[in-house]
């Protein structure tokens, strides 16, 4: 065992890629649950787009569209940087996955906090679901069930990236900690796995939700 | 050797329970085994408590008249009954406590491949337990365990959310679970233990675990889409808010109904597994019972609409739903039929284990037949929401799953605690426990039939003598589980030492002392044969 | 038998019977299987128990052709039997779904915890429902509040009943009689009470009944009176199209929709574009119709709808209704 590669082999396992492939598996079944649990939601909004069509189209319309591509970009961006991070990881450069984890979290905050400021602004807007919402024109109930689904699924996805940006920060620790080599980079890999999913999740979330009727 | 395999013998010296005593060492292990009997604990109690709604409930349909309870009493000790069974028996039942204790063994590891997510599983259960409890103490709720909208959504006044919140965690600790097992039986497995040589048991496990991780995900999203409607009042499921109740009824049926083959599965893993031990014959059609457990695991998720088909929607979709329904039968009867098969020629032994397995494949076949009659969509429109279907999920729940989990447990009692039973009491529970079974809920076919309506506490007078005959039998059903608890706990005390290998059978569990090592093996085996290699007669059965 | 306790329940439709032979025919093969499996196990575990105690089974053949024709065999014949009751099943239940056209319409209402009924020529019932023999009486159901489920037994038949949509049940009673009504879908409290009884009169008695109670009024009627007073008719006119589709002859009608999909007006369709008149709109038309959706209830939805039924077209026009100057000239390029 190299001296510069402190992490141990657990003790239930018979070797170092028995326990890299486990782990790794075991991110890629989490992940498959993950796509299920967000799935009852796209299934909600498949049932209720084909309902209401011109109510859906009528509300996406009220989103910021470029704001969502500029988030569209910082996430694609992010998931380029995690990739870097990854391999900066395999080949055991510690400055490497530093700077690279600390972009990945700087553009995952972009994103939140150009997010919070989208949420900011429905609020104003009046169309947060509930009580005060405000929708003019028929149909603005169906309206209403848009946002619902609106604030359900990016919350949600969210919700993901602040645990996301959360893991990044303990494997940041790890790295700077010098826990991470050529030969033990399993963590970052498994992170890299949970933060290209969240970036895969929008890339649906946003064609459905901002890009509803604005084509031509 | 004479071959005479030894029933007792002197235990271990040092094993997985006495490696390390105190509370800490319990609530901080990460050893699966111990792991398993942590959760024995907790689903034994959520069982009690399960169990107590439902002599409740059949002490008040004893008589016509709702005269015991007021109706929303009732209506809430049926919906805990349902919710405290299904999420927080059945369904951790044997994954949680058969399926942590000897998954790592049969596939030759030292432990599941995430043994502090086990843990932390664990306690996320108690979790989910504890909010539903808290519920439970606080009125309860009282919707029914299917939570139908728009009355779960704008009319019960009940705690819906913390018993959804309940459920919730709950269902994390579920998908934990399957994700550790899918992980260990991928990676772990001994030097030459290839798929086609594994248990049925870790088969049956396995198909369960996919199960676990792609339908309950749906069923956390709709929990918590409802508890959104009761908090914002927004229409997702709420027609008078723009909503769809059948959109819920969708969403929810999607993950239940694989739920039960989640209850069901390993149970039939644990009768693939008593059948060869106690008939000492290698199992008939090995590579069909692994396929058909695969195939259930696939085909539960497609069937899900047979839940509606008077709920309003399209008779058409009614009829698809219906023929797939008509072919998940198969892969089950498949396995009924090798499990007998496998009898031929054997020799067979009529311990314990084997009455519960054998019981198992009788109930079981009865309550899939009835379910192939509820298929059928001309009678379900009839039957259906009346005891019938009330009579046909107990039986595939209690005389399948229950006495398939109480099968194994008296099948590894010597090696999960090194102590037997007594052989006696075991055999007389096990038959107190049939024939109040099925003097319980026989009945309730005909009453469905009939036409009583279920989650009725009153109900007419002419329905009265089935009702009586059923809370007898649920008398004799009760007495029938108290037994097992009084003679388990004995044993642990004054039993006397199981061998390594008490009932003379194969497979590697039985190659490690009894209890086993913390470790679980001396040294990791390696494996050359399949699972139910029996030597030919005349041979010492413990050669390999 | 015994009349205090049956052990099956009364047939009073000769739709009953058919679903009884299904259900005995399932039951037959049930009892077969799990017949023939309860005596393999006893048999084979009699006939092969141990005898001693060292005692090993005789390992089976090698898996063989033998073997895998045995399992395709009966996996096969099983699938075939399935097949068959599903076949038989999906047509006893197409006929059980399916009201022949000239069923008499009555409607239900659902709420907690009570059934209202509404005959056709006015009378009103709560918990009852009288009906005449050897008719097919088609009901027409929603609930106000929760899911309910109408249940008659003695006629194997049962519907959800929900809120906020129609759904449809039919039968035709062969037999005098009294029969049990119950709800059959958990809705709160009192599910348990939410019962009632059907009562099967010959003729001459039926109309006796109906006579006899007084107070009615046809729906169509009262409907009539709403149209009117929510100034329905200042919109929709039977002369010109201009404003709002002509509603004489619509019912059961295709209709063109604004987003290019045609519907049929069925009763769901004509109950939301009163309740959210800006979900389906006719193609061509504007979003001018207001929403009655706190105005009216559930028994003024069904006035209001058999009113509309009841109105006589202009003439067959059987192309799909859509916005035009005149109401002759969709005719032309309209039609499907």
């Keep these: 065992m190299p001296a510069s590669a402190p992490a141990a082999l657990a003790h239930h396992f018979d070797s170092r890629e028995q326990q890299r492939e486990a782990a790794s598996l075991g991110m890629w079944v989490f992940l498959v649950t993950e796509i299920m649990f967000f799935g009852g939601l796209f299934a909600a909004y498949v049932v209720f787009r084909s309902a209401f069509p011109g109510a859906f189209a009528a509300a996406s319309l009220r989103l910021d569209v470029l704001l969502g591509t500029t988030n569209t970009a910082v996430l694609i961006a992010s998931s380029l940087t995690m990739a870097l991070a990854v391999r900066g990881a395999q080949r055991g450069r510690r400055a490497t996955v530093v700077l690279f984890l600390v972009l990945t979290m700087v553009l995952g905050s972009v994103f939140l906090g150009i997010k919070l400021h989208e949420y900011h602004e429905k609020f104003v807007e009046h169309v947060v679901p509930g009580a005060g919402f405000r929708f003019p024109g028929p149909g603005a109930g169906h309206a209403q069930m848009f946002f619902v689904l609106y604030f359900a699924m990016t919350g949600l996805h969210a919700l993901h990236m602040i645990v996301g940006l959360g893991v990044l920060t303990v494997m940041l620790v790890l790295a700077a900690r010098g826990r991470v080599s050529a030969e033990y980079y399993n963590p970052i890999e498994c992170a890299g796995l949970y933060w290209h999913f969240v970036d895969i999740v929008w890339i649906f979330l946003f064609p459905l939700l901002y890009l509803v009727g604005r084509h031509g | ?544 | 038998m015994f009349p205090n306790a049956p052990l099956f329940p009364e047939r009073a439709s000769a739709m009953a019977a058919e679903v009884d032979h299904l259900f005995f025919a399932s039951l037959g093969i049930a009892a077969f299987f799990s017949l023939l499996i309860a005596s393999f196990i006893v048999y084979l575990g009699t006939k092969y128990r141990r005898r001693s105690a060292d005692e090993v089974g005789r390992p089976p053949r090698p898996e063989s052709r033998a073997t895998t024709v045995l399992e395709v065999t009966w996996s096969v014949v099983p699938l075939a039997i399935l097949i068959g009751l599903f076949v038989w099943g999906a047509r006893v239940y197409f006929a059980i779904s399916r009201p022949p056209a000239d069923a008499t319409e009555f409607f239900v209402v659902g709420k907690q915890w009570m059934w209202k009924i509404q005959h056709p020529e006015g009378n009103r019932e709560i918990n009852e429902l009288h009906v005449p023999i050897d008719r097919p009486i088609k009901l027409t159901m929603t609930s106000e509040d929760v899911i309910h489920s109408f249940f008659i037994p003695a006629f194997r038949i049962k519907q959800d009943v929900l809120p906020g949509r129609y759904t449809t049940l039919w039968f035709q009673a062969d037999r005098p009689g009294t029969y049990h009504l119950f709800c059959a879908q958990y809705c709160g409290a009192e599910h348990s009470k939410m019962a009632g009884w059907v009562s099967v009169m010959e003729p001459h008695e039926y109309q006796a009944w109906l006579a006899g109670e007084t107070g009615r009024r046809a729906p169509a009627a009262s409907g009539a009176d709403l149209f009117a007073a929510k100034a329905c008719n200042t919109c929709h006119r039977p002369d010109t199209a201009a404003r709002a589709p002509i509603l004489a002859g619509l019912p059961g009608r295709p209709v063109r929709l604004q987003d290019g999909r045609t519907v049929i007006a069925d009763d769901g369709y004509i109950r939301e574009s009163i309740l959210d008149p800006q979900a389906r709109i006719v193609a061509g038309y504007q979003p001018i119709m207001p929403t009655f959706k706190d105005q009216l209830s559930e028994d003024d939805l069904i006035q209001l709808l058999t009113y509309i039924k009841s109105l006589r077209p202009p003439g067959d026009d059987p192309s799909p209704i859509a916005a035009s100057a005149a109401p002759r000239a969709s005719r032309r390029g309209a039609r499907r």
């Design chain 2, 1 to 544: 050797m004479t071959g005479a395999h030894a029933e007792t013998g002197a235990p271990p010296r040092t094993h997985y329970l006495n490696a390390s005593y105190g509370i800490r060492s319990w609530l901080l292990t990460t050893d699966h085994k111990r792991i398993g009997i942590l959760y024995l604990i907790s689903v034994t109690f959520f069982f009690a408590i399960g169990g107590l709604m439902a002599v409740l409930i059949r002490l008040e349909l004893a008589t016509p008249q709702g005269d015991l309870f007021q109706a929303d009493v009732y209506n809430r000790l049926f919906t805990m009954h349902g919710i405290m069974m299904i999420f927080f028996f059945l369904i951790p039942s044997i994954p949680a406590v058969l399926g942590n204790f000897l998954i790592p063994i049969m596939v030759g590891a030292r432990d599941l491949a995430f043994p502090r997510l086990n843990l932390f599983s664990w306690y996320l259960f108690n979790l989910g337990g504890l909010f539903t409890i808290w519920a439970l103490v606080h009125g309860g709720v009282d919707t029914g365990w299917t939570f139908y909208t728009p009355y779960s959504t704008t009319y019960a006044n009940t705690h819906v959310i913390a018993t959804a919140l309940g459920i919730f965690i709950a269902g994390f600790s579920s998908i934990l679970t399957g994700l550790n097992f899918v992980v260990t039986i991928h990676r772990m497995r001994a030097p030459g233990l290839t798929w086609f040589r594994l248990p049925l048991f870790v088969w049956s496990l396995y198909a369960t675990s996919l199960i676990i991780i792609l339908g309950t995900p749906v069923l956390a999203i709709t929990l918590l889409l409802l508890a959104a409607e009761r908090i914002v009042h927004v229409g997702i499921f709420d027609p008078a808010l723009g909503g769809d109740p059948l959109l819920f009824q969708h969403l929810f049926w999607f993950y239940s109904h694989p739920a039960v083959y989640i209850m069901v599965l390993p149970a039939m893993g644990v009768v693939s597994e008593i059948v060869p031990a106690f008939a000492r014959k290698k199992i008939f059609g090995y590579r069909f019972i692994a396929y058909a457990s695969v195939a259930l695991a696939v085909l539960s998720f497609l069937v899900w609409g047979h839940h509606m088909f008077v709920a309003g929607m399209s008779i058409y979709a009614a009829t698809v739903f219906s023929a797939l329904s008509m072919l998940v039968a198969v892969p089950s009867a498949v396995k009924v039929f090798n499990w007998t098969a496998t009898l031929y020629q054997g020799s067979v032994s009529w311990e314990t284990p084997m009455l519960y397995a054998l019981g198992f494949i009788g109930l079981f076949t009865m309550g899939g037949l009835t379910g192939v009659m509820l298929a059928t969509l001309g009678i379900d429109v009839h039957v259906h929401d009346t005891y019938f279907i009330i009579a046909h999920f107990h039986y595939i729940m209690v005389g399948g799953a229950i006495m398939g989990y109480l099968g194994g447990l008296h099948y590894w009692w010597p090696k999960i605690t090194g102590k037997l039973y007594s052989r006696f009491w075991s055999r007389i529970s096990a038959m107190v426990i049939f024939i109040g079974f099925n003097v319980t809920f026989f009945p309730q076919f005909i009453l469905g039939y009939l036409g009583m309506p279920r989650r009725y506490h009153a109900y007419p007078p002419e329905f009265q003598v089935l009702n009586v005959m059923s809370s007898a039998g649920a008398t004799i059903l009760g007495v029938g589980y108290v037994i097992p608890l009084v003679y388990f706990i004995w044993s642990m005390r004054y039993g006397r030492d199981a061998s390594s290998n008490p009932w003379g059978v194969v497979g590697l569990e039985w190659e490690t002392t009894s209890p086993p090592p913390t470790e679980n093996f001396e040294t990791t085996p390696v494996v050359t044969r399949g699972p139910y290699e029996y030597p030919h007669r005349q041979e010492d059965p413990g050669a390999r």
